[in-house]
């Protein structure tokens, strides 16, 4: 997602270095030389390739920054270019899930603002979460794409015009919180909406498509209540963040796969393991776990209005029945018997 | 839809007495010896069938009523039925779209209203608007199904405990205006989806399920606004009856293939009219044709908010050009240039 951007900020004159961190060597080496190995393409003219021991090259005279490592990654990477700094810098997070730190599970902006109060004492922390129904092969194809900023201070509204073109369009709500939980759960609920799929190829003598929009609608009611427990904006999950995310990312992609082939009678960690080793992770495995231990951190969500939410969960980890917890939620959920 | 409903009826012990129109008289000859040829298996024991003549009996002692016929039929079947009727009974509107009447465009529920105020003087008009993702047939097969039921009169209530079961799963909503625009206008959304299907098979180098996702949420945000304007309740659009039923109909239906057809390169007329021709009418069509008049009678509602809305009006009946329509709305939504 770091690459694919670049292709709309490119058009629209920003001179971007895309920094690779100590995982991404080959990927970088080949982007220099020709295709970009996921895009399938060459990166935009004009983009500057920056091997990991280069961060402080990478970020010498930057106006801001963007960081699209994965949540495993994050603190680490975070933490290094925040050492390279002389002064805070604008960030635009495009990382999805949950971190860890000194025992405890933050929110990504979360994690992002402890390190910062660490490095920069009293300056402002100026953060963008980036959400929203965007997967990075279409976006450098230039298909139509939306994403949606979530952010606080006003001040950062005159940096997302660096962002927007014809094909790349881009809607902002002040709701760092919404937007963030939104791009961690959608793949956990995908994986939901995936395990569907996979009982129906199991057993299915009709289709699912009742029963997938029963748990898609299920899923959004779910995120919007998770949204507002949280302190985020309730209708945040009925926009791209939610609504629009959560569709693209059921329709396709590695959370749906691992849930299908879990739905279809398959060992969620031998699934896991078995797309980890082909370069397939399924990003909702480890948010489910990591979003459990966030809401027990806080005392004060109950996790009754969550049903689908923890029976993905007694599913993945738990090992019940994907059959008895969804036809289960399906019978519980509504009103009457 | 009508038939499929027997199934949680009956195995609540309600009786169902199932008429047909004029119109279906083969398909009650063929439910009456076999299978429903329409969902494939026999229905419940205990239904009973009744030929169009037979409108009388069949309403003899009931207790409510479902109506299912297409929106074209339904005000000539309401009428008919309430004419047989000595005292109003409350019904359940499973008819999707809006009415004709005297040059005016009106919902299901408003034509029925003028059809009962003309019939029953002072009584009670006890309504109920039927929406959610629900196919006929999965329904028929058991499937976990979600539907919802728009009313206004509290004393409904007591009759929605005969549809519950373990599958058919019964949620509802004081807010009849929302869930019949959505149910109506879903259809209309779909086609839109359906066109960006068209464009992608006709010359896509991507995917296109971030465009597509880009038009759902749109889709969403529109209904949501539409249903507000037209005096329902917002958050109708953001449940089972606008994102559940715009889920389950841009999956798999007629509408969307009809817009997929339109969207790789396919005449409008030509296309609705040989899908009519093989039995298989894509609604939307007239849905959208309607809908726009009845727009046009509340000139206090604008239509800068439903830009989406409008793009497909003018690919169906404009012959506008589907992709410039569908990219040119892409870049026109959002913010910055």
Known sequence: ??????????????????????????????????????????LPRGVSLFFAPQLAEALDGADFILVAVTSEGFLQVYERAAGLLEHALPVFGLTKGFVEREGRVLSVSEGALELFRERFDDEEFLWVSVGGPVKAVELSRRIPTATVFGYDDVRLRQLFDSFPTSYYRVF???????????????NVYAIGMGICDGLYEAEGTAYYHNFKAFLFNQAIGEMARLVEEFGGVRDTAFDLAGVGDLFVTSASGRNGI????????GSPEKEYRSMFEAGEVAEGYHTLDLFRKFMGQRTEVGDEGFPLLNAVHRVVFGESSPREELFGLAARCGEGR
Chains 1, 2 share one sequence.
């Open 258 to 265: 691992f849930g299908r082939r879990i739905g279809s009678g």
């Open 172 to 186: 902002s709500v002040r709701d760092i919180r919404g937007v963030e939980l939104c791009s961690a759960l959608k």
């Open 1 to 42: 997602m770091g690459s694919a951007i670049t292709y709309p900020l490119s058009e629209n004159g920003v001179r971007v270095r895309l920094w690779g961190t100590w995982l991404d060597d080959e990927l970088v080496e080949a982007a220099r030389k020709g295709n970009h190995p996921k895009l399938g393409t060459p």
